[in-house]
């Protein structure tokens, strides 16, 4: 559940970003998510991908459709994307800046601050987060795994096509980590 608490807030802060992200290019990926003064080691996952489960894993990190948010801004500078978002989560706000470099076919890193303010006290997540997430290009995905195939640390396994018909980006839009096709 922690684990879907995280990835749900990195949605939310990455949701102007996935808009302008360039394509990644096809094969396995190795991202590590790394949370500034938590005392928690990184998070890693890898991802399988291909152009349609690339679109597709930025479509649902761009957050659920009909988001309210007062702010979107992305700018591009050279092969830098910075983002700017003021979003409200129905019980409070999420504010998030954000700073994406690098090259999006071999290795990429992504440094996010994001703030909550109002709503209720979410166990394991302060109000304010610095996470920085480094992403690299591994080579091809491994025999046994599909285009869409996400692999946490720990070993649960789940692939984006395997989520409910009617979920994919749209109302009730379940982010990686949360319950409905996991495997181990």
């Known amino acids: 559940m922690r684990l879907a608490i995280i990835l749900a807030s990195t949605f939310v802060a990455t949701s102007a970003f996935a808009q302008d992200m360039p394509s990644r290019k096809a094969g396995l990926w190795e991202m590590t998510m790394t949370y500034e003064g938590r005392g928690a080691p990184p998070q890693?996952?890898?991802?399988?991908?291909?152009?349609a489960t690339d679109k597709a894993m930025q479509d649902m990190s761009a957050g659920p459709r009909g988001q309210s948010?007062?702010?979107?801004?992305?700018?591009k500078v050279g092969n830098?994307?910075?983002?700017d978002t003021v979003c409200s989560t129905g019980t409070g706000t999420m504010t998030s800046h954000?700073?994406?470099s690098g090259d999006f076919?071999?290795?990429y890193?992504?440094?996010?601050n994001a703030k909550r303010e109002g709503g209720p006290a979410i166990p394991n997540m302060p109000p304010e987060t610095n996470m920085t997430v480094e992403s690299k290009w591994l080579g091809p995905c491994k025999a046994d795994?599909?285009?869409g195939d996400i692999i946490m640390a720990n070993g649960l396994k789940m692939n984006i096509n395997d989520r409910t018909p009617g979920r994919a980006g749209g109302p009730g839009a379940m982010p990686p980590g949360m319950p409905g096709?996991?495997?181990k």
């Open 44 to 51: 890693t996952m890898q991802q399988c991908i291909d152009a």
């Open 69 to 75: 948010c007062s702010k979107r801004e992305t700018k």
């Open 80 to 83: 830098t994307i910075v983002f």
């Open 98 to 100: 954000g700073v994406a």
């Open 105 to 107: 076919n071999s290795a």
């Open 109 to 112: 890193t992504v440094k996010i």
């Open 145 to 147: 795994q599909k285009p």
């Open 181 to 183: 096709g996991m495997k």
